[in-house]
């Protein structure tokens, strides 16, 4: 593992403790079941809930446009299960479940409208939602592992990934970089507060500064 992978999992653990569990458990209170949406997620991001899920009686379902995942359950006893699909246009029904969650994958979706589009499923499928961005005001964006590219025109982020490795690969055509500068979109929290008008907003912090936005929506009790 990687030095910032490692770090990536330290701070992924942290949110779990100290945001993502508290909220679980209030869910689960509160509707008397947990039935979770993750929109993007993986086997591998909940393996470290295993217990948790298990305790809470909790079910997840996994809607990613990755079909690799669909066979990455073991270990979860059935509660995890997986099918693709789109975060913009899902199928299911209004409150199919009782909490909607997403870590790192709004900013992928594509422009503004995509987002909206997202963040209207996520607020429709479940009275409760916890979705998480990186914030676009911290100087390091982790996509990237380097500092500052995220602030850059797309030109300039394209000419940079042409030039450099910066995350997962170098680009040897515009086409190519391109792309990849377009296709994350870190928010600032004036962008994330008009997606997710009924939630609360938190902040997970690095160093004094907040490293990522959460919104959250508990459901009310009934």
């Known amino acids: ?15 779990f403790r100290k945001f993502l569990v508290p909220v679980l458990r209030s869910v689960r209170r509160t509707a008397g079941r947990l039935r979770i949406l993750d929109l993007g997620g993986t086997a591998a991001y909940w393996k470290p809930l ?41 199928s299911f029904p209004d409150r199919s479940f009782d909490l909607v969650h997403s870590n790192s994958v709004i900013e992928h979706v594509g422009t503004w409208p995509d987002m909206e589009a997202m963040a209207k499923e996520v607020r429709r499928l479940a009275p409760g939602y916890f979705v998480q961005v990186p914030y ?4 390091y964006e982790v996509h990237y592992r380097a500092p500052f590219v995220h602030w850059l025109p797309d030109q300039l982020q394209a000419r940079l990934f042409m030039r450099f490795r910066l995350g997962d ?24 507060r008009a ?10 912090r690095f160093a004094g500064l907040t490293k990522s936005l959460i919104a959250v929506r508990l459901p009310e009790a009934g």
């Open 50 to 90: 295993a217990d948790e899920l298990r305790d809470l009686d909790a079910e997840v379902r996994v809607v990613n446009f990755d079909t690799r995942e669909l066979d990455a359950s073991d270990g979860f006893g059935g509660r995890l299960t997986f099918a693709t699909g789109d975060a913009r246009a899902l």
């Open 169 to 192: 690969s170098r680009y040897a055509t515009v086409a190519g970089a391109m792309r990849k500068a377009q296709y994350t979109r870190v928010l600032d929290a004036f962008q994330f």
């Open 1 to 15: 593992m990687s030095h910032a992978d490692e770090s990536s999992r330290r701070f992924r653990t942290a949110r």
């Open 195 to 204: 997606l997710f008008p009924d939630g609360q907003i938190a902040r997970e």
């Open 136 to 139: 676009f005001w911290f100087p």
